[in-house]
């Protein structure tokens, strides 16, 4: 698949998933402890609901062997409805796109076995944020995602076997 179509993918469903609004099934994080397993539905509460206007702007860094590239892709929802939202995307080295999503659809990411790995106070250029850590495996690959519950993704990491990784932060946001 084009790496830009699979950054593309990716970072729309990470849109997908901050405008999901299920109720979670377990109980708020400050009452659980770092290695608790959790559901894709509890992560989902620590999401804040997307409004238009709204605009994430993310810087990746994907090693691969010695090799280093930097992308940035910037998000803006651009209408909100019922079940669909619509997303302008503007990603390095690709065409504009409006992307509608459909909030109905689950997010890419494991039903279960999702693991708590605790409150972490992350800085990043777009600023110092309070968040909730969740990690999974999932095709030989971990995955660690940090959320704060007033903005969403502030950071996301794969971190492969062969010791290649693909690492996004939040460069800006704006709401």
Avoid at 26 to 52: A, C, H, M, R
Wanted: with cysteine; hydrophobic share 35%; proline share 3%.
């Amino acid at each position: 698949m084009n790496k830009p179509i699979k950054k593309l993918i990716v970072a729309v469903s990470l849109l997908l998933i901050t405008s999901c609004s299920t109720p979670a099934t377990t109980t708020n994080t400050n009452e659980i402890k770092s290695g608790t397993k959790v559901e894709v539905k509890y992560i989902v509460d620590f999401y804040p609901k997307l409004k238009q206007g709204v605009k994430y702007v993310y810087l990746t860094r994907e090693k691969k062997g010695l090799a280093q590239v930097l992308t940035r892709s910037e998000y803006q929802v651009t209408e909100v409805n019922e079940n669909k939202i619509k997303v302008t995307s503007l990603t390095d080295n690709a065409d504009q796109k409006v992307l509608e999503i459909d909030t109905n659809v689950p997010p890419l990411l494991p039903a279960k076995d999702i693991l708590y790995e605790g409150q972490e106070l992350l800085i990043v250029t777009a600023g110092s944020y309070i968040t909730k850590h969740f990690s999974y495996i999932k095709d030989n690959s971990r995955f660690n995602i940090w959320l704060s519950k007033d903005v969403g993704i502030i950071k996301f990491t794969e971190l492969k076997n062969s010791g290649d990784s693909i690492i996004t932060e939040l460069n800006e946001f704006r709401s």
